[in-house]
């Protein structure tokens, strides 16, 4: 159980253009999910948390204008990297965590963004 | 300030030797603490949860303890497959504030056949 599903598992766009990330809970209801955004040979750094029906939370320094997130339901959220540029290329991971009988932090996949 | 360090960044180890890794933290309200396993170009995989001093886990080859301070991931009798990077993560805080988690930098193990 507990599995949460993470698409695309990698993504090529051109400087300028916008990237959506989606992740989905598969067998459980994710009240809440994470963004993390981590760089070669480094660990996970948090970018926002977001609630179902919520606005996101976004740690200091990300740009909320940047880097929209919408966590529409309890099985999906998505982020949304608008105008990417070169400095954006990086690899985003989401996490999930569930409100009822799932009190777990679980990560799907990665995705892995580069802006040319 | 929350606080997670883990060490060393990086071990490598002969097939069979056996070894520790090493989470420190300082954080207020400590609710629970997290060992994740990364392998290259994927999330990280989910191991352990630790929620209090004492309170120790095992799977397989891997045991994960807990002190006040710093908890521990033991590796008995390590195999090659076991090499990844190990990540720790810690959920703080008091009220509402309590779902993140901070994660330490990881620690690269390599074991060698």
């Known amino acids: 159980g507990a599995v949460v599903s993470q698409h695309p598992s990698w993504v090529i766009c051109k400087s300028g253009t916008s990237v959506k990330i989606e992740c989905r809970s598969l067998d459980f209801q994710a009240t809440t999910m994470f963004w993390y955004r981590q760089f070669p040979k480094q660990s996970l750094m948090l970018m926002a948390t977001?609630?179902?029906?919520?606005?996101?939370?976004?740690e200091q320094g990300v740009e909320k204008d940047k880097f929209l997130i919408n966590h529409a339901s309890l099985t999906l959220s998505t982020l949304t990297v608008t105008s990417a540029h070169p400095e954006d290329s990086s690899f985003y991971i989401c996490?999930?965590?569930?409100?009822?009988?799932?009190?777990?932090?679980?990560f799907g996949s990665g995705t892995r963004l580069t802006v040319v | 300030e929350d606080q997670v360090t883990q060490s060393p960044e990086a071990l490598r180890l002969q097939e069979g030797e056996s070894s520790s890794l090493n989470c420190s933290y300082t954080?207020?309200?400590?609710?629970?603490l997290f060992w994740y396993r990364q392998d290259p170009g994927k999330g990280p995989e989910f191991l352990f949860t630790l929620y209090s001093a004492g309170e120790e886990k095992e799977k397989e080859r891997l045991k994960a303890t807990l002190t006040k301070k710093e908890s521990f991931l033991h590796i008995t009798a390590p195999k090659p497959e076991d090499s990844a990077t190990y990540l720790c993560?810690?959920?703080?805080?008091?009220?509402?504030?309590?779902?993140?988690?901070?994660f330490g930098t990881g620690t690269l193990l390599a074991v060698q056949p």
């Open positions: 996490s999930a965590r569930g409100g009822q009988r799932y009190y777990g932090y679980t």
């Open positions: 977001s609630n179902e029906g919520s606005k996101a939370t976004y």
């Open positions: 954080v207020s309200g400590l609710r629970g």
């Open positions: 993560a810690v959920q703080a805080g008091y009220g509402g504030a309590t779902n993140k988690l901070i």
